[in-house]
């Protein structure tokens, strides 16, 4: 046989062998393929004050992680979650996410970060096309405000216009009730501060035609000291005092304002007070402080909501936060979406995310959709209810149904030009 021939048989069937071996491995490369590790960027305040914003969403995430990895992957894709300190600056929280996708090959972003830096994060979501969960800010406009509005970002956090319709409604039933007509607010001041206080403190004078609001202050974020705002409050004399101060700066002021007798000459009401990080810290808490709900275990009053947070607590020695069990549906969302798309895609993600519903502990009726129209979770728990200094610190919430929520909300939207 000619060189020429031997060549080409021999070339025939290195084709077929190929071929043959080819047939073999397809599927497992395939599987390889599709159990590649996929990075979750995590932005979040790691240090400084509020640093318990960081390390109780990290926490509760990290917790979810861990369930679906056991449970076979996002997808079938194993979670990394990459978790990076912003300081709370929104200017590093930008640079930050940025450096997760393009250096540490982030496929997803997970912005844990408070409303201060979630609107830069919310820009890189623009510039990159990645998609982005909004886990901690509640600042109104992020989700509401069209002109914002991405479709690869989405809110699975509270938002300030939701608690102020329910805390709206609570307080003037009391303000009715009790003739309390003189009204200050106390709240930090930046975003979130502004816009969640107007939106409460325009519930409030629609159901209690009568109130005032004699005296505004307006300490700045992470403020340290509060001698100027309670002096103005005192010297203001209202009947009740409103505030949005949350974390370690909602602390702060009560342990520095009980010095100066502030809560027996007033009565307050702090939308963020209910959480145990806050019920915890402040040195003597005092009773009979109003507070929409954040995080206790009593509230939902269901077994899954209480399982949930002792479960959290017996892996981390303390209960979660609000920013907890929202971090926690945040992952609960993703695997339900990477399930129903059967991709992590970014994109086939947000086409189903959009009008999904699934079973949460955190639900008022045991689920939480995310809205398509404007990409926030909505038919969370809301409530508000009286403080004690002790477990269970809240034993009562009142609330009101969610059809009533979105009622007034639907009417918010169109004085702000967001319908």
Not at 120 to 126: K, L, Q, Y
Not at 249 to 263: E, H, M, R
Not at 296 to 307: G, S
Request: glycine share 8%; with cysteine; charged share 20%.
């Amino acid at each position: 046989m000619s060189r020429k021939k031997l060549s080409a048989i021999s070339r025939r069937s290195f084709l077929k062998a190929g071929a043959a071996v080819a047939g073999t491995v397809s599927m497992p490369w395939v599987a390889s393929a599709q159990a590649k590790t996929i990075k979750i960027g995590f932005p979040t305040i790691l240090s400084g004050r509020v640093a318990q914003l960081g390390n109780s969403s990290r926490n509760s995430a990290m917790m979810e992680v861990e369930k679906i990895n056991a449970a076979g992957g996002l997808a079938g894709r194993p979670i990394e979650l990459i978790a990076r300190d912003t300081k709370g600056q929104p200017q590093e929280a930008a640079r930050v996410a940025r450096e997760l996708i393009n250096t540490d090959g982030c496929e997803l972003l997970i912005d844990a970060e408070a409303s201060t830096g979630a609107f830069a994060v919310h820009e890189v979501a623009r510039d990159l096309g990645i998609l982005c969960m909004h886990t901690n800010s509640e600042t109104s406009s992020l989700s509401a405000d069209p002109k914002l509005r991405l479709p690869n970002a989405f809110r699975c956090a509270r938002q300030g216009v939701h608690d102020s319709v329910i805390g709206g409604i609570y307080a003037a039933e009391i303000a009715n009730a009790k003739n309390l007509t003189r009204w200050a607010t106390c709240s930090p001041d930046y975003a979130y501060g502004r816009d969640t206080t107007a939106e409460f403190v325009g519930y409030l004078k629609r159901f209690a035609p009568k109130v005032e609001i004699i005296t505004e202050v307006w300490p700045k974020i992470f403020q340290p000291d509060y001698t100027e705002a309670i002096t103005k409050l005192i010297q203001a004399k209202p009947q009740a005092l409103y505030s949005c101060l949350w974390g370690g700066d909602l602390t702060s002021f009560i342990d520095q304002a009980s010095i100066y007798a502030l809560f027996s000459q007033m009565q307050f009401y702090a939308v963020n007070m209910a959480d145990y990080t806050a019920l915890t810290a402040v040195k003597n808490l005092p009773p009979g402080i109003h507070s929409g709900n954040r995080y206790i275990k009593t509230f939902p009053a269901t077994p899954a909501n209480a399982t949930w947070g002792d479960a959290y607590r017996a892996k981390y020695g303390e209960y979660p936060t609000n920013w907890s069990w929202q971090n926690a549906l945040c992952l609960n969302f993703l695997s339900e979406a990477a399930k129903k798309a059967n991709s992590t895609d970014g994109k086939k993600l947000a086409e189903v995310l959009r009008g999904l519903k699934i079973n949460s502990p955190f639900g008022a009726d045991g689920t939480v959709t995310m809205r398509a129209e404007d990409q926030t979770i909505v038919g969370y728990a809301i409530g508000w209810g009286t403080t004690i200094p002790k477990e269970p610190y809240v034993p009562e919430m009142k609330t009101s149904p969610w059809a009533k929520v979105f009622e007034l909300e639907a009417e918010w939207k169109k004085q702000k030009g967001y319908a």
